[in-house]
C-alpha cells in the first residue's frame, strides 16, 4: 500500500426512494441505486427520473453521494436508448456511474463527460492491469471481482496510481458465477442475468432424469450434503474491518438493492459502528465483535461466509439442504411524521394493540416498547393492522423520531 488511506466510504444499495433515505440517515457515506432501465436489478422497484432527483437532493443535503447503475452488457438495440436516457441524467447532479459495457463507457464519457465513471464487478475486474486500463481511459473507480483474495487486492493497491479508488463487496449474497456473468437464467428461464433479469436459479433444487425414464429424478449430491448444489452462504467480513481497511480498498459495498428498508437500516447501522469503532479505538473494536455480529444476523441472510478474502472458498461455504433465508426480524414500518402525538406510518406487516415490538433507531439503541393503539387515517380504532400499505396512527407509549423503524423479533438469535 503506497500510503495510509482515508477513513473508507460505507456504500449501500437502494431499490427505491425509501430504502434510499433509510440508507443514508443509518449510515451510509453514499449510496447506490438503479434507474428504470440498463441496470441489473430489473425486478427491483428501481427510480424514475422524479425519484432520482429527489433521492439525489435528499443524500445531498446529508453530505452523501449517489451513483446511479448502468451497468448492463448492451446489445445492438441498447445503445441509441442508453444515450437518451444519460441526457436524461445531465440535470440530476448524480456523482457517479456505475458501468460494465466498454461501449456504455464511451456513451458516458461523450455525454456526461464531468460525472465520474466506476466500473462494476461485472466487468471481471481481477488485476492490476485491467485497473490501469480502466484508468487511462478515464474512470476513477473500479469494482473489484468477487474472486479476489485480500492479498491479491493489497496487491492492485500496490500497482496503480494513487487517486485511483478501490471499491470491494464486503457483505450480501454471492453469486455463483464468475464476477456475476451468469447463463443459468438465460437457458432455464428465458431471462438474462446480465440485462437485469436474472430468475436466481443457483437458488433451485435439481435433480438428474435418465432419458428412457421420464418422470423418475434422482436426487444431485455434491459430498452427499443436498441438492442445492450451487446455493452459496451470504458474504459477510463485519468482524475482519482491519484487513479490509489495511488492504487499501475505499469504498465498502453492501449488496442488496432488492432488499427492504429493515435490512439496509440493518447492515448500514452495524457496519457504520463497525468502522467508526475500529478507527477510534482497535481495541473497543474487537470488544464489540460480538455485538456487530449479533447485530447483522438480526437481517435475513443464509448462513455467513468470508468468501474468497482469505482463499478458495470450499464446500463450508455451500448450503446444501435448503435455499431459505434465517429471519430473525419482520419490518412492520417506518415513522414518516407527528401528528396530535401519535406517528404516522406506512404499515408493512401485521401487528397488533398489546403487542411488544422494537424500535430501531440510527444511533445504535433498538428499544423494545409496546403497541399502546392503532388508529386508521379517518381516527378510527384498530385492535391490530392486518393491511400492507395501509397508513396508520400508532401510539407506542415513547417519543419517536421520523426515520425510526419498527420491527418484530421472529426467532431468538
Known amino acids: 500500500m503506497k500510503e495510509k488511506r482515508l477513513k473508507p466510504e460505507l456504500l449501500i444499495p437502494a431499490g427505491s426512494l425509501e430504502v434510499l433515505k433509510t440508507a443514508v440517515i443509518f449510515g451510509a457515506n453514499a449510496v447506490y441505486i438503479g434507474g428504470e432501465a440498463f441496470g441489473l436489478r430489473a425486478k427491483a422497484k428501481n427510480f424514475s427520473m422524479k425519484d432520482i432527483r429527489e433521492g439525489i437532493s435528499f443524500a445531498h443535503k446529508r453530505n452523501v453521494k449517489v451513483y446511479v447503475t448502468a451497468n448492463i452488457l448492451a446489445h445492438n438495440r441498447d445503445l441509441d436508448e442508453v444515450r437518451d436516457y444519460f441526457k436524461e441524467l445531465e440535470d440530476t447532479r448524480l456523482d457517479a456511474l456505475i458501468i460494465s459495457d466498454p461501449a456504455v463507457f464511451l456513451i458516458a464519457k461523450q455525454v456526461l463527460p464531468d460525472v465520474d465513471i466506476h466500473i462494476s464487478t461485472q466487468a471481471n475486474n481481477t488485476n492490476y492491469g485491467t485497473f490501469q486500463f480502466w484508468h487511462k481511459l478515464g474512470a476513477k473507480r473500479v469494482v473489484t471481482a468477487r474472486e479476489l483474495s485480500l492479498e491479491e487486492i493489497r496487491e492492485i493497491r500496490a500497482n496503480i496510481p494513487t487517486e485511483m479508488e478501490i471499491e470491494t463487496f464486503i457483505h450480501g449474497a454471492m453469486c455463483i458465477s464468475y464476477s456475476g456473468r451468469c447463463l443459468l437464467s438465460s437457458f432455464l428461464a428465458g431471462r438474462d442475468a446480465n440485462r437485469g433479469a436474472c430468475t436466481h436459479p443457483c437458488r433451485w433444487k435439481y435433480a438428474v432424469v435418465e432419458e428412457t425414464r421420464p418422470g423418475e429424478y434422482m436426487p444431485v449430491y455434491e459430498n452427499e450434503r443436498g441438492t442445492y448444489i450451487f446455493n452459496s452462504k451470504d458474504l459477510c467480513m463485519v468482524e475482519h474491518i482491519p484487513e479490509l481497511i489495511e488492504s487499501g480498498i475505499d ?40 455485538y456487530y455480529q449479533a447485530e447483522i444476523a438480526k437481517c435475513t441472510y443464509r448462513q455467513y461466509t468470508t468468501g474468497f478474502f482469505f482463499g478458495k472458498p470450499d464446500e463450508n461455504t455451500q448450503i446444501y439442504d435448503s435455499n431459505t433465508y434465517i429471519k430473525g426480524y419482520t419490518y412492520l414500518g417506518m415513522i414518516e411524521e407527528e401528528k396530535g402525538g401519535k406517528y404516522r406510518i406506512e404499515q408493512k406487516n401485521k401487528f397488533c394493540v398489546g403487542e411488544t415490538i422494537e424500535v430501531m433507531k440510527p444511533d445504535g439503541r433498538n428499544i423494545e416498547t409496546v403497541v399502546l393503539s392503532i388508529e386508521n387515517e379517518d381516527g378510527a380504532a384498530m385492535e391490530s393492522a392486518p393491511h400492507p400499505k395501509q397508513i396508520l396512527y400508532i401510539d407506542l407509549g415513547i417519543e419517536l423520531e421520523i426515520y425510526d423503524i419498527l420491527r418484530r423479533k421472529e426467532l431468538d438469535i
Do not use: H, N, W
Not at 255 to 284: F, H
Open 251 to 290: 469504498s465498502f459495498k453492501i449488496e442488496g438493492r432488492m432488499k427492504t428498508a429493515l435490512y439496509v437500516a440493518t447492515v448500514a447501522r452495524t457496519y457504520r459502528m463497525a468502522i467508526d469503532d475500529y478507527l477510534r479505538d482497535a481495541q473497543y473494536y474487537q470488544s464489540r465483535i460480538p
